[in-house]
């Protein structure tokens, strides 16, 4: 470790950069497409990846499901919720970063346009205390890509968002979380994270350390991925 000064807080996204929920919201987008006749496929749900849910269940209206955007945004999270409560998959390399910042005692707060009770799932079979503050897409007026919810995640936290380190893997998140002032890491997940000034990005967070974020919390992008 460096003399450098550490975070004064880790903020993470959940869905495809804490944990792998991807699937879950990929199969129940395409069941309920199906349930209503309507055409539908991952590339469809890749382009959805990190937007607010009230954005995904629109698109289903739009392209023919007989329902109204809040009985569609119910539908996927009560799916989503059923997976999340039989097993939570933690993507690669998550739980040890988790335990190092818990060791050197860097606060981290869960940022998601996820529902309320989808990151109540994940945060419970976490390590205990490992989220102090939990924004989710229930508690904001403007979800991703507008910076409010890390910017309320900062300031529930007591912290300023500069001297934060933003982890995520949707374009709207990291748009978020740039546009916070917050320095960015990326991690690729299901969509390709495009090279840009200031963002940070990796094909995992494995192998990814303490020593790493200080480093690109000092100034430093970190840029693993080949383009």
């Known amino acids: 470790m460096t003399d450098a000064p550490l975070p004064a807080a880790v903020l993470w996204d959940m869905d495809g950069t ?4 991807e699937p879950l919201w990929f199969a129940a987008e395409a069941a309920l497409a199906r349930h209503h006749g ?3 496929d991952a590339s469809l749900s890749r382009q959805l990846v990190g937007m607010p849910l009230e954005r995904y269940a629109q698109i289903l209206v739009g392209r023919g499901v007989d329902l109204v955007v809040d009985d569609v945004v119910d539908r996927l999270v009560d799916s989503v919720a059923q997976g999340l409560v039989r097993e939570v998959t933690w993507q690669p390399g998550v739980l040890g970063l988790l335990a190092e910042l818990a060791e050197s005692r860097v606060p981290c707060a869960l940022v998601t346009m996820s529902y309320r009770r989808l990151a ?4 419970a079979q976490a390590p205990p205390g490992t989220f102090r503050v939990v924004v989710t897409g229930d508690d904001v007026q403007h979800g991703k890509p507008h910076p409010e919810a ?3 995640a900062a300031a529930e936290l007591g912290v300023d968002p500069t ?3 933003a982890i995520e893997d949707s374009p709207p998140g990291i748009g978020a979380a740039l546009a916070s002032g917050a320095r960015t890491l990326a991690v690729q997940n299901v969509v390709p994270v495009e090279r840009r000034e200031g963002l940070s990005r990796v094909p995992t967070l494995a192998g ?4 790493d974020l200080v480093q690109i919390l000092a100034g430093d992008d970190l840029d693993l991925l080949v383009d």
Do not use: P, S
Not at 18 to 21: A, S
Not at 208 to 211: A, I, K, N, S
């Open 18 to 21: 804490l944990v792998d929920t």
């Open 38 to 40: 309507v055409a539908w």
């Open 120 to 123: 109540d799932a994940v945060v």
């Open 150 to 152: 890390y910017l309320r």
């Open 163 to 165: 001297r934060c380190l």
């Open 208 to 211: 990814v350390g303490l020593t």
